[in-house]
């Protein structure tokens, strides 16, 4: 299946859309560990009240960057190139080395703390096999569709 042209538009909207996915989650961090976090990690600084101002920019920089690495992990000659699971793999890597940069610029907490990189090890593998098995789900979903159609279309040739 051929898909359409890309505009500046459908990246815009990638991007917040995956701003919104990260927003979220961070709510609700906020809500459970907001307030035993608040002097530790300048994420949580506002506790259970809410996220700052520039926490809500630099996750808005997390969502351009990881928006930028689905981007390059989906051009045609890597398409052709390279296997979705290479691809996907490297998509993965290539996010979580912004991130952990992003940690260390930003100081969102301490890097000699090992329970803290744990914890984000842990969160960002559970967050990767997440989104792993909803693109799996929304892959057959579309699948079971598409089947659906094609065998309507051969019963009535």
Known sequence: MMEEKK??????????????????????????????????????????EGLSLPILAELLLLAVMITGAQVVFVTDILIKNLSIVLRNVLLFVTVFIVMVIMIIIFDWFPTNDITAWM?????????????????KLREHLENSKMQKALDKYNKDI
């Open 7 to 48: 505009t500046i538009f459908n990246y815009i909207s990638q991007t917040f859309a995956t701003y919104g996915v990260i927003v979220l989650i961070f709510i609700l961090f906020s809500l459970f560990i907001g307030e035993s976090a608040a002097e530790y990690s300048p994420l949580f600084a506002l506790g259970k």
């Open 119 to 135: 914890g984000f090890v842990i969160s960002y593998a559970v967050s990767m096999l997440v989104s792993v098995g909803i693109t």
